[in-house]
């Protein structure tokens, strides 16, 4: 998984440039929170290169278009607790076939929090007043 550019700026700031605190490899791993070789190959990919953008690559094409991926992170963005999952079952009634770990992945990629929805259902009133009731019964008193 490639490193994000404003933490690729960060290692490049905090170990070279003269009003940073000058740190070795392995205390600004630990401040950007990634590994000592990859604070390593960045700084030596600015010095060679004086740049820290991505080289081209000849991937495998994508599965979805620019557009779709837009409508992946706004699918999520309007509802707080829709899954990855829901999200793809969404797509597919638009004729786009991808996996839930797909829609994980561009979610991802774009900065987003990905969690899984709770499991276990939350308090009812009548468990509240259930605990209010046993604790008021079994209350000591000094």
Known sequence: M????????????????????????????????????????WLKRCMQFKALSDSTRSDRPRRTTPKQNQRVILLAE??????AQDIANKLKLQQVVVSDRTVQRHLNEAGAKYNRPMSKPLL?????????QWAQHHKVTN
Request: net charge positive.
């Open 78 to 83: 309007e509802q707080t607790f829709v899954t």
């Open 124 to 132: 009812t009133e009548h468990h509240r007043q259930s605990r209010l």
């Open 2 to 41: 490639a490193i994000l550019v404003d933490k690729r700026y960060e290692i490049v700031f905090l170990s070279n440039h003269p009003l940073s605190p000058q740190l070795n490899h392995t205390d600004a791993a630990k401040a950007v929170h990634c590994s000592p070789s990859t604070v390593k190959y």
